[in-house]
Nanobody, 123 residues
Framework: QVQVVESGGGLVQAGGSLRLSCVVS????????MGWYRQAPGNQRELVAT??????????GYADSVKGRFTASRDNGKNTVYLQMNSLKPEDTAVYYC??????????????WGQGTQVTVSS
């Protein structure tokens, strides 16, 4: 069974940094492409960052609201994707989710959501 797990959220003061991690469980599975999303209370879930597959060069994309402050990256050896968040603002407060395209060594088997991790930025 595929399980995608995020970690790294927490409470930080404005201007601070956090690094979120997303990993897929199971030695036969790996993350192909991935998107980082966030959802604040009363708001729709929004896409904040993407990272493409290794075969596509792991290229990244960002929402305008986080460009220059957030960086998505991957550690292929650890089968983990990260979201480094710097210069955090109170408006970055949200539950952050990863949506991973999972690869089983032969083919993509679908998109899976993590359970979410809370990020709270105090002013």
């Amino acid at each position: 069974q595929v399980q995608v797990v995020e970690s790294g959220g927490g409470l930080v003061q404005a201007g601070g940094s956090l690094r979120l991690s997303c990993v897929v469980s199971g030695s036969t599975f790996s993350i192909n492409a991935m998107g980082w999303y966030r959802q604040a209370p009363g708001n729709q879930r929004e896409l904040v960052a993407t990272i493409s597959s290794i075969s596509s060069g792991s290229s990244t994309g960002y929402a305008d609201s986080v460009k220059g402050r957030f960086t998505a990256s991957r550690d292929n050896g650890k089968n983990t994707v990260y979201l480094q968040m710097n210069s955090l603002k109170p408006e970055d407060t949200a539950v952050y989710y990863c949506n991973a395209e999972v690869y089983n060594g032969y083919e993509n088997i679908g998109d899976y959501w993590g359970q979410g991790t809370q990020v709270t930025v105090s002013s």
